[in-house]
T-cell receptor, first 114, second 113 residues
Framework: DAGVIQSPRHEVTEMGQEVTLRCKPISGHDYLFWYRQTMMRGLELLIYFNNNVPIDDSGMPEDRFSAKMPNASFSTLKIQPSEPRDSAVYFC????????????FGQGTRLTVV | GENVEQHPSTLSVQEGDSAVIKCTYSDSASNYFPWYKQELGKGPQLIIDIRSNVGEKKDQRIAVTLNKTAKHFSLHITETQPEDSAVYFCAASIWGGGFKTIFGAGTRLFVKA
């Protein structure tokens, strides 16, 4: 397996624009996580899914953020409208339920909102 | 909810010396404690983990210890090498159905050759 795949790797957008980040988890994994990483706040869990169902979205900062998982192999994180303070690296991770609970991270998407 | 604190935020050691990173957690229900290493431009990668029914675990130059009573756990790297330079994150989660992992703030480790 190629691991968790995120796209794009870098995104630069203007304030007010809609941004969509994409993630393909490892095949067979039943948990998917979206994290945001900044210097100030470190790694923050935004939302996670189990079997495509959102379980906990308490980390989503505002209504401008939304996430979907229409099927087991794809998830999106959308920011609309984007603001400069949303600039960060966004990571997607996936894992299996059970004995091996290691979370495998993607390479991340570096978002810059100008 | 769970809160994980990690110290120090920066650690500089000479090649060959040992490095120790310490973390504390707040939720006594947490039972799974992974450690991740993040290199520049990459996502975090698991290097070792420990479960609450184990007090210590070792993998070559890396070891983790867990004190459930005190709710703290530590990462020990012996015989450090320049390639160990990275950011290290501790984390805590509740394994088994509906879990989420909460990360510490990270420790930037510099190993000087």
């Amino acid at each position: 397996d190629a691991g968790v795949i995120q796209s794009p790797r870098h995104e630069v957008t203007e304030m007010g624009q809609e941004v969509t980040l994409r993630c393909k988890p490892i095949s067979g994994h039943d948990y998917l996580f979206w994290y945001r990483q900044t210097m100030m706040r470190g790694l923050e869990l935004l939302i996670y899914f189990n079997n495509n169902v959102p379980i906990d979205d308490s980390g989503m900062p505002e209504d401008r953020f939304s996430a979907k998982m229409p099927n087991a192999s794809f998830s999106t994180l959308k920011i609309q409208p984007s603001e400069p303070r949303d600039s960060a690296v966004y990571f997607c991770a996936s894992s299996l339920e059970g004995e091996n609970t290691e979370a495998f991270f993607g390479q991340g998407t570096r978002l810059t909102v100008v | 909810g769970e809160n994980v604190e990690q110290h120090p935020s920066t650690l500089s050691v000479q090649e060959g010396d040992s490095a120790v990173i310490k973390c504390t957690y707040s939720d006594s229900a947490s039972n799974y404690f992974p450690w991740y290493k993040q290199e520049l431009g990459k996502g975090p990668q698991l290097i070792i983990d420990i479960r609450s029914n184990v007090g210590e675990k070792k993998d070559q130059r890396i070891a983790v210890t867990l004190n459930k009573t005190a709710k703290h756990f530590s990462l020990h790297i012996t015989e450090t090498q320049p390639e160990d330079s990275a950011v290290y994150f501790c984390a805590a989660s509740i394994w088994g159905g509906g879990f989420k992992t909460i990360f510490g703030a990270g420790t930037r480790l510099f190993v000087k050759a």
